[in-house]
């Protein structure tokens, strides 16, 4: 593991690296893990992402792919000198990623980062609960392994449509994901190869609770009182999903890190297209524009303004 000395703030370094593709495999029906091998990458931290170029690097725009770069979250990091090599695990969607699913190994993509605004892991708070729907789950894998190192109890929440787009492998055969458990297990591979307890949930009840993960995740809350007074809440996911689970952090005094997602082109805060309004007092409409690149895409629950929420409601 390794625990990258860094405060949040100090962003500078980022570049753009040819990376080998060492490894491109199905992790479920929609979902690929990317291993990308590169060396010199800068300092990074979990919540961090890189821009991706989902064309050949050396070919014509009109050869195929996608034109802008695509952001991924960065779902892993690991250093053996100045080598590294980095997971990314990507739903396929459009262009870009269909493009990234019929990547070889051997063959070199364009990365550009490391990038954004990383989660930040308060000394004074020993619990660390990371809660991820479907593609929001990438950046907690990678949380999960940083605050087990540095002695957090973790606990992680995992949510999916369904069994086959969670993209994550049980530990042991599927079924013996426990259906209805009351106490986190060690059921997700992901989070258990770092001792950290899951509680696996899907719409459709197909592999663990059947419900949605903010629901699970309040009740758990619910009965954990004590615990979760010591905790910070970490989530990334669909917007709706990340307000619901902001909500009861909010209504029972948790602080909440949230990771947004924006379409973005640059990344770097140049092209405007990732704007996120942010509460502000002193400003006369009470909010205010952030750019999700580069302000974010981690940020304090309470400073958000949602995306289908009425200013002033
Ligand atoms: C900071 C950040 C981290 C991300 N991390 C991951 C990750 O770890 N794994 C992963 O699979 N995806 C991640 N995404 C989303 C990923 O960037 C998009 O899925 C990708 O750009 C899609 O590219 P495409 O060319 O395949 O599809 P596109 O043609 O670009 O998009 C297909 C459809 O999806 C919509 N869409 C595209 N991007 C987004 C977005 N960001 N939010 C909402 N809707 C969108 C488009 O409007 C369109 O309807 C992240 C996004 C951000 C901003
Ligand atoms: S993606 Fe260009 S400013 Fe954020």
């Known amino acids: 593991m390794h625990l990258e000395a860094r405060s949040p703030t100090d962003r500078g370094a980022r570049s753009v690296f040819l990376a ?19 060396a010199g990458f800068p300092s990074a931290q979990p919540g961090q992402f890189v821009q991706i170029l989902c064309a050949d690097p050396e070919g014509p725009p009109w050869a195929g792919g996608a034109f802008t770069r695509r952001p991924f979250s960065i779902g892993g990091l690991r250093r053996t000198g100045n080598d590294c090599e980095l ?28 990038l954004g605004r990383p989660f930040e892991l308060p000394a004074d708070r020993p619990v660390a609960y990371l809660v991820g729907g479907g593609v929001g789950l990438p950046p907690m894998i990678w949380l999960a392994e940083v605050a087990a190192a540095v002695g957090r109890q ?35 591979e992901e989070f258990a190869q770092w001792g950290v307890p899951a509680v696996v949930c899907t719409d459709d009840g197909t592999l663990g609770r059947r419900g949605r993960v903010p629901e699970v995740f309040t009740s758990y809350l619910a009965s954990h009182a004590d615990e979760a007074a010591q905790a910070v809440v970490y989530t990334c996911g669909p917007e709706p999903m990340l307000r619901l689970v902001a ?9 909440c890190q949230v990771c947004l997602e924006r379409t973005m082109a640059c990344g770097m805060g140049t092209c405007q297209s990732c704007v996120v ?22 940020f304090d629950s309470r400073a958000v303004v949602w995306q289908d929420e009425k200013w002033g409601t």
Not at 91 to 108: C, D, F, H, M, Y
């Open 20 to 38: 080998a593709v060492r490894a491109n495999d199905p992790v479920c029906r929609d979902h690929y893990r990317l291993i990308l091998a590169l």
């Open 87 to 114: 997971d990314i695990i990507y739903r396929v969607i459009g262009p870009g990623t269909k493009w990234l699913a019929g990547l070889r190994p051997g063959v070199q993509v364009s990365v550009l980062g490391p």
């Open 154 to 188: 973790v606990v992680a929440f995992c949510g999916a449509r369904s069994a086959d787009s969670l993209p994550l492998r049980p530990r042991g055969r599927q079924d013996a994901v426990p259906l209805s458990p009351t106490e986190p297990t060690l059921c997700m």
């Open 247 to 255: 909500r009861s952090c909010e209504l029972l005094g948790i602080p």
């Open 277 to 298: 309004r942010i509460r502000d007092a002193s400003d006369a409409q009470g909010w205010r524009y952030q750019l999700c690149c580069t302000d974010g895409p981690v």
